[in-house]
């Protein structure tokens, strides 16, 4: 079982505390899934047919974070810490020759990023645009929790294929 070392949510508190609190306890699962691992044992692909590992997850919700805070939310127009290849597809599942350590420092700072946005918005419907839409932050933390949710559901068949640890 995997200690449980998770942000607690916020259960009778207002809306605002109570997204914030599941998404920060949604990051801390998944890097609770990914600890105590080697960086080979990151990289690894354990699911087939599937690429996925969970360096490759780690990766990709750095770029999540950075899409819909900096990007979407507060405009700031920040590239892609993984952009894409010659084959025009996205690199951030691509970890073959991946540093971890580098890749956890983009993503631990893409979240303290979005913390600071979501803590400078004067309200849940603060909005951001992005390709002629506009989101409120009431959606944008909603679809972060959906985001972290789905993947940190890969993250536990990755981690147990690994190495059997399982839990929440």
Known sequence: MIDEQRTPPVLSGDERATLTSVLQGQRDTLMMKCAG????QLRRKTVAP??????????H????ERSWFRNVLAGEGVPSHFPKNEANEWTEFHVDDADPAASF??????????RAIVDAAGSLDAVGRSEGRTYSLHYILA???EEYAR???HA?????SIDGTTGE
């Open 37 to 40: 691992l080697s960086a080979e």
């Open 50 to 59: 599937s690429d996925l590992t969970l360096l490759g997850l780690v990766r």
């Open 61 to 64: 919700l750095a770029e999540v």
């Open 105 to 114: 420092a983009i993503w631990e700072e893409a979240c303290a990023r979005s």
């Open 143 to 145: 679809h972060m929790i």
């Open 151 to 153: 993947h940190n559901g």
């Open 156 to 160: 536990d068949l990755l981690r147990e």
